[in-house]
């Protein structure tokens, strides 16, 4: 009896290791080992079959087991996504059945910077290798992101999958300025006056943004704004002029502004005309938005740079003038 239940037990102890060290085999088979060496990048086509990825990453050197491939699509849902996938070296079989069964694309960061006007941005999505197809609709017409004005998009820090088409980007883009429109639209704002529209605030924010890249900075600049439109005073913002002379491009690409210039003939130009210009001219982000919504409680109506990325402000024409002596001052020692 005795014999029977030690070889028993002994039995039980064998299986139990002989079951481990198969568990431990197929963890490592499937979990660990890998024969990818190299980065290899793979696009996966709508409709495809679990087959012909499976074919395409032995091909690849990804893979060196089709059925072990196929068994674990099936543990993770049984189906391959569409998209561009990236497998590092080292990737398990796990890890890359997991990847294409969830959709778990590659993917790349895009960086639409505060202040580009629509021009600019289409310029430097052109750039962006991550980025499939053209910035211009084939034939512009009824679709928002055909027919994008300055101040339509939000600028921000985009990561989306590889491929994505530059246009749908620059979707994705309006889209998120429109829902921060509906936000305040649905909490009930009121824009200070004697701003009454959405288009004012933006137009409004899209000069404060222009003129300066300090948050901290921003409702100060727009309280100047505000107060010179109160006192029906021309804004006299420069980059309004900036903005008519290279028709909308917004940069002047190393040109000076000079005093002839503010004469310039245009309804963006604030040197020539009161109140604001007709649209924003430019694209922009929160801060300057915040600072128009609820800018500085001052009594300031000009302002010239300090020479140390800020400004100084003034609450009159004299005081102004010698900040804009010490202003030119700097600049003459500068050259």
Known sequence: MK?????????????????????????????????????VVITVPRGASVSSVARQLEARGAIDSVSMFKMCVRASGGRVQSGEYEFAPRTSVWRIAHMLATGDVAATTVVIPEGLTIRQIKQLLLQVHGLTGPVECDKPGDIAVCNLKDGDIFPDTYRIARGTSRLALLDLARKKMDAIHDAWRRAGRIAPSPLSSWNDVITLASIVQKETPRAEEMPVVASVYINRLRQNMRLQADPTVVYALTDGLGDMRGEPLLRGHLKTESPYNTYMHKGLPPAPIANVGQAAIRAVLKPADTNYLFFVADGRGGHHFSKSYEQHMRHHADWREIKKSRN
Request: net charge positive.
């Open 3 to 39: 014999s029977r239940n030690f070889k028993q037990k002994k039995f039980l102890i064998f299986f139990s290791l002989g079951l481990f060290a198969a568990l431990s085999v197929m963890v490592y088979a499937i979990g660990i080992r890998s024969p990818l060496n190299d980065t």
